[in-house]
């Protein structure tokens, strides 16, 4: 969608780490995995933008600590002047998106701009 209307594309990932704070021994390590992985992630989405197209001065990436249904609509979409945001949802079961919340769900509430939702039909 980004290539085709000449966008710029932020690939945006934000590391959920509400259980460090209590395993304050492993702490660095703990943050230091999320960080790796949270990079490697953005890394593989940033190469298969390229593959389809997607020009290097028009792609962004974005990595950050916090709640995502927090930091993404607000810090990101602020950050970066965001017209449009495209999450995936999980497809949990309604019991599990009361005890969890949606995080889908929580970026589409908190947004300025338009949210698409891509479901996970199994």
Do not use: W
């Not at 690939?11 to 990079?39: C, K, W």
């Amino acid at each position: 969608m980004a290539k085709d209307s000449g966008a710029t594309l932020v690939i945006a990932h934000a590391m959920h780490t509400p259980m460090v704070s209590t395993a304050d021994q492993y702490r660095e390590h703990i943050l230091e995995t999320f960080r790796e992985n949270g990079e490697k992630l953005i890394e593989e989405y940033s190469r298969m933008a390229k593959e389809e197209g997607m020009e290097e001065d028009k792609l962004k990436l974005s990595l950050q600590a916090g709640s995502p249904k927090l930091i993404l609509p607000k810090d990101t979409a602020h950050k970066y002047n965001v017209d449009l945001i495209i999450v995936g949802a999980s497809g949990l079961s309604s019991t599990e998106r009361f005890f969890l919340g949606s995080v889908s769900e929580g970026i589409a509430r908190r947004a300025a701009c338009d949210v698409l939702i891509i479901r996970n039909h199994q």
